[in-house]
């Protein structure tokens, strides 16, 4: 039986993928455009469209389409678009899985730890309520929508995704390199972080556990301050950092509300449902991960 995939061509969607086709597993990828290959299909999440036989007989659907979160300025019609990419793909879908004949057994739909908001230090697990602010509300939407499936559905709370090949660590290579990193803000807000590898194995954990449902964070164990993260990626390329942080306000002058919703926020975030149903971390440590990654 095959595994629906949206966002395939994002930075977790290939890696994902590979993992499941290395297993044996046929996919499925839905895309917007005329499909290219013998394994698209396309389909409208804006327009609602989903021929729900496409769905017919699958084993799981994998929703990670979205609209970049980060790269462009936040204007109202921008703020509208990273709602509207995400619910509307999880309401098309849930319609199209409603509609097969033999469901998908399960649903996991992306979401973000800004599900929680400014965490502070305090250590928060599945079981916190959401915090206040765009991006809360934001997974908020996007997670309701998804859990109208009428399967099993799992919302995979995703932390700073750790790949050589893209994502946060993209724009961070450059300045690094020239020894320009510098803590953002007062450095002492919590990143919580997952390598790609463990990302993968985390979402073929929850595929094949069905006891897993509803919100699960995938992070790693060990988040750490901004600070260290600066630090640890700094001596990961061998590279000098800056002493002295970069002040929130000159963050926002440059990069508006992303920066004070996404960058300066502290979000100190527990992975209890995937320990607590045995899932093996292969990176615990930053300096593990950041060294398999670069």
Not at 24 to 50: F, I, K, T
Not at 172 to 186: D, H, Y
Request: proline share 7%; aromatic share 6%.
């Amino acid at each position: 039986m095959a595994i629906i995939v949206t966002g395939a061509s994002g930075l977790l969607g290939p890696a994902l993928i590979a993992a499941l086709r290395e297993r044996g597993d046929d996919v499925v990828r839905l895309v917007r455009r005329a499909p290219r290959a013998d394994d698209e299909v396309q389909w409208d999440p804006a327009g609602g469209v989903l021929d729900p036989g496409v769905l017919d007989g699958a084993s799981a659907v994998v929703h990670l389409a979205g609209a970049p979160i980060a790269g462009k300025r936040w204007s109202r019609p921008y703020k509208k678009e990273l709602v509207g990419s995400r619910v509307d793909g999880a309401v098309t879908l849930v319609r199209a899985i409603e509609q097969a004949e033999r469901k998908p057994e399960v649903l996991v739909s992306a979401s973000g730890v800004d599900f929680y908001g400014d965490t502070g230090d305090r250590v928060i697990d599945e079981d916190a309520p959401a915090g206040t602010g765009f991006l809360p509300q934001l997974c908020v939407e996007w997670e309701g929508a998804a859990r109208e499936a009428p399967v099993r559905t799992v919302q995979v709370r995703t932390g700073l995704v750790l790949s050589g090949k893209g994502g946060a660590l993209q724009p961070m290579f450059p300045i690094f390199r020239m020894g320009l990193g510098a803590p953002l803000g007062s450095g002492r807000q919590y990143w919580s972080w997952i390598a790609v590898d463990d990302w993968v194995g985390s979402v073929l954990h929850i595929l094949e556990n069905r006891e897993i449902a509803g919100p699960v964070n995938l992070v790693s164990p060990s988040p750490v301050t901004n600070a260290e993260f600066t630090k640890q990626l700094g001596r990961a390329l061998k590279r000098p950092t800056m002493p002295i942080g970069v002040p929130g306000f000159a963050l926002e002058l440059g990069l508006g509300e992303f920066a004070r919703a996404a960058l300066l926020p502290s979000h100190r975030i527990s992975p209890k449902k995937l320990t607590d149903t045995g899932y093996g971390f292969a990176y615990t440590r930053l300096d593990q991960a950041l060294a398999a990654v670069i």
